[in-house]
T-cell receptor, first 115, second 116 residues
Framework: AQKVTQAQTEISVVEKEDVTLDCVYE???????LFWYKQPPSGELVFLIR??????QNEISGRYSWNFQKSTSSFNFTITASQVVDSAVYFC????????????FGTGTSLTVIP | ETGVTQTPRHLVMGMTNKKSLKCEQH?????MYWYKQSAKKPLELMFV???????ENNSVPSRFSPECPNSSHLFLHLHTLQPEDSALYLC???????????????FGPGTRLTVL
């Protein structure tokens, strides 16, 4: 069975602090994809990154960085020098290449950046 | 309009009403999805359409009825809903026509539904 766990329900940081959002996944498939989405108060889920299971290189995009470790089944997301606009709910998701329901979301981490 | 749009953004209805949610994608995608997002729960996939054909129905009650007249439009018809159906309903689309759900899904802003 597939599962995504985001153990951090809510996080608050002061502006300019770094923050890491944890994501742990479970799957027996060897081919899978991992995603991060941002959901601001407006409600729309905004796509941030997609990573396949064969690419363990970490990725940096501006203030965002992702650390993918297959050994620990984790795909953590770090925001450097956080800003108030980063306040949102962040979802990690898993997708596997089989028929049926293939997109599994975690319960999300609500991030509040305090000015 | 760009991306995925949804109307209405907010909807309040009684249990005996009939209403419809509309989703339109402007990305040239071939697959469309309905999700339900309730407080403190993971997103629940409701329906998947690929090239206008329903390829997935995740045991959703019959009071929810989807319709996909073409690859750009998706509707969710609602009738005799229950208060527990109150939630944010999100529409998404992805590129693949083969039902490959590993494609990135792009979401609309959602419809906040309240059932009284």
């Amino acid at each position: 069975a597939q599962k995504v766990t985001q153990a951090q329900t809510e996080i608050s940081v002061v502006e300019k602090e770094d923050v890491t959002l944890d994501c742990v996944y479970e799957t027996r498939d060897t081919t899978y994809y991992l995603f991060w989405y941002k959901q601001p108060p407006s409600g729309e889920l905004v796509f941030l990154i997609r990573r396949n299971s064969f690419d363990e290189q970490n990725e940096i995009s501006g203030r965002y960085s992702w650390n993918f470790q297959k050994s620990t089944s984790s795909f953590n997301f770090t925001i450097t020098a956080s800003q108030v606009v980063d306040s949102a709910v962040y979802f990690c998701a898993l997708s596997v290449y089989i028929t049926g329901n293939q997109f599994y979301f975690g319960t999300g981490t609500s991030l509040t950046v305090i000015p | 309009e760009t991306g995925v749009t949804q109307t209405p953004r907010h909807l309040v209805m009684g249990m005996t009403n009939k209403k419809s949610l509309k989703c339109e994608q402007h990305l040239g995608h071939n697959a469309m999805y309905w999700y339900k997002q309730s407080a403190k729960k993971p997103l629940e996939l409701m329906f998947v359409y690929s090239l206008e054909e329903r390829v997935e129905n995740n045991s959703v009650p019959s009071r929810f009825s989807p319709e996909c007249p073409n690859s750009s439009h998706l509707f969710l018809h609602l009738h005799t809903l229950q208060p527990e159906d109150s939630a944010l309903y999100l529409c998404a689309s992805s590129q693949g026509s083969s039902g490959d759900r590993t494609d990135t899904q792009y979401f609309g802003p959602g419809t906040r539904l309240t059932v009284l």
